[in-house]
């Protein structure tokens, strides 16, 4: 569907013209965006040729996956108005915006969250762009907490909002991480973040509070955000990820809570580093770093060192990778039992550590270190972080088929399958893709074509 725009449209014109796009081209990637989330669109040519020479403004989707695919293109985001678009969408930049005031940053989350929840999934189709991320990480940096953040109001109607209320959201945050570990994030509960964000998180944030308070409300409302990110980014939903971290971090920094603001940052790095940005991915870590010197506890610091070292590997760089290994596993030698780490680290231990080295030599290509950490990584699986137990099962068989252990490999990668069909996580899925690719040169193995046959209904699914 369409409808009419006054004039030829100059902008799209200009923009394809800079990025390089056919109209046909550009139909070609509109219909195959919407394809990959769930829609069935026939754009050709002449739909594209209306769009700039008539100035018809197609209606729905349509107008953020022509943006995104230009942006692909150029490799940054495109606003709608930057292509003469921006009518098709009120907030077409929803979620992107780091605001210096606290009360904007209250209403770029809450908005957010309320078109999230209203069935507009469809506006999170813009590209994924690393570059957005600079704006928030600098900002980060150079004043990681704000002033006083208390709200003092004395309308009728406006909640008193107390402590017990924030305990509730960090309640809700505590059972959401363990289901996303057991069931993965594309499970039906993950779905209750947002939902919890908008229906009891936005109305508190809105109501009246001291400082103290508030500090904790926004930790709690940080925690909650940067889930729903994570769980997007777990389910193949990179655009909608990036927009709650960016948010994440911005809540964080109204809490004055370094260490959770280094954590969105982390989480930053690793879906930079998933979409093939490692030098902004070691940028992103190391900015975590340099922020909680003498502020995090020694768990904490181990952790963003190992995404650190997360990046270099993916970076292709042996050398820095190792020495933040090395600080990873020194600063985890240095935790003990009673520090006071926060809740949302308690998935962190040595087997974690062991895995992601093991991911570290896998982008490496030292098979022999990969069979190593993955060894002490799977020495104790945990019906608690399943996802976790199926990426290392991977990751072993990738180890095992470049050392040359055919059935190993498939022995692991079937195991991986197994695991795979249990949870509802395209990270996952995508590694297995990954595996089986490795494999096809082995194609006629009865053992590969085994595997490749168990693996079938797993990447048959919708994602």
């Not at 150029?74 to 292509?83: C, D, F, S, T, Y």
């Not at 926060?342 to 087997?351: E, K, M, R």
Request: with cysteine; net charge neutral; hydrophobic share 40%.
């Amino acid at each position: 569907m369409t409808r009419e725009h006054r004039g030829p449209n100059e902008k799209l014109g200009t923009m394809l013209a800079l990025a390089g796009i056919s109209n046909a081209g550009l139909a070609r990637r509109v219909n195959d965006l919407g394809a990959q989330r769930g829609l069935t669109l026939r754009y050709d040519k002449t739909s594209v040729a209306r769009w700039v020479a008539k100035g018809m403004v197609p209606q729905g989707a349509a107008p953020h996956l022509i943006a995104a695919a230009i942006g692909s293109k150029l490799g940054r985001p495109v606003p709608l108005h930057e292509i003469g678009l921006a009518d098709a969408d009120p907030a077409p930049e929803v979620g992107l915006a780091f605001p210096r005031d606290v009360s904007e940053a209250v209403k770029s989350a809450t908005d957010l969250w309320r078109l999230d929840l209203a069935g507009r999934r469809d506006f999170l189709t813009g590209s994924f762009a690393v570059t957005a991320y600079a704006t928030p990480a600098s900002r980060w940096l150079i004043t990681p907490a704000d002033g006083s953040v208390a709200r003092e109001l004395t309308e009728s109607g406006v909640p008193r909002v107390g402590h017990a209320d924030v305990r509730k959201l960090r309640e809700a945050a505590d059972d959401a991480r363990r289901w996303d570990s057991k069931y993965g994030g594309g499970d039906w509960r993950s779905g209750m973040v947002p939902e919890c964000l908008r229906v009891e998180a936005a109305p508190l944030l809105l109501g009246s509070y001291s400082d103290d308070v508030g500090r904790s409300l926004f930790g709690a409302t940080a925690e909650l955000t940067r889930l729903a990110g994570w769980m997007a980014f777990d389910t193949g939903q990179q655009e909608a990820a990036q927009r709650y971290y960016i948010q994440a971090l911005r809540l964080a920094r109204a809490a004055a809570d370094v260490p959770l603001g280094g954590y969105v940052l982390a989480s930053m790095s690793l879906q930079a580093i998933y979409r093939g940005f490692a030098d902004e991915g070691v940028d992103l870590a190391q900015a975590a770093l340099e922020r909680n010197r003498g502020l995090a506890t020694a768990r904490t610091m181990s952790f963003f060192h190992l995404i650190e070292a997360r990046a270099h590997a993916k970076a292709g760089d042996p050398q820095a990778c190792g020495t933040a290994l090395s600080a990873a596993e020194g600063w985890l030698e240095r935790a003990r039992d009673g520090d006071p780490d926060p809740a949302w680290l308690g998935f962190y231990s040595y087997d974690r550590l062991a895995a992601d080295a093991a991911e570290c030599y896998s982008d490496l290509g030292v098979p022999r270190q990969v069979r190593r950490f993955t060894e002490t990584a799977l020495s104790r699986p945990t019906e608690d972080f399943v996802r976790s137990h199926g990426l290392r099962l991977v990751v072993s068989a990738v180890a095992e088929l470049e050392s040359g252990n055919l059935d190993a490999a498939c022995a692991a990668g079937a195991r991986a399958v197994e695991v795979a069909g249990r949870i509802s996580s395209a990270r996952t899925t995508e590694y297995v893709r990954d595996l089986l690719h490795r494999l096809e040169p082995y194609g006629d193995e009865p053992r590969v074509a085994e595997l490749r046959e168990r693996a079938r209904p797993l990447l048959a699914a919708p994602a």
